[in-house]
């Protein structure tokens, strides 16, 4: 977990902090496993229509590793500038 996030907890008895901690890294692994099943389904329904082989044909296997590609790097650009606009918002208080 990122130190940041339990920058705001410092008033906060031992136990507190101990909860909170655990409460987010519960969050953050329940929005990975989101974003992850979320790539999968996305990936499968788009790329993958023969289901008379137990492997990919080349062709799928090629678009699934676009599909997740562009999946990743649009997710990290959402949080780059996610981050952005927390910087500003934080500077501006």
Do not use: W
């Not at 496993?33 to 044909?57: A, G, I, P």
């Not at 678009?63 to 500038?81: D, I, N, Q, T, Y």
């Amino acid at each position: 977990m990122d130190k940041n996030m339990l920058a705001g907890l410092e008033g906060l008895p031992e136990e507190d902090k101990i909860r909170m901690s655990a409460m987010i890294d519960h969050l953050q692994l329940r929005d990975s496993l989101r974003m992850y099943n979320s790539l999968v389904e996305r990936c499968f329904n788009d790329c993958v229509d023969n289901f008379t082989r137990k492997t990919l044909q080349k062709q799928e296997e090629t678009c699934v590793m676009r599909c997740a590609e562009k999946f990743l790097k649009h997710s990290m650009r959402v949080g780059l500038r996610f981050a952005e606009l927390n910087s500003q918002a934080a500077t501006q208080d």
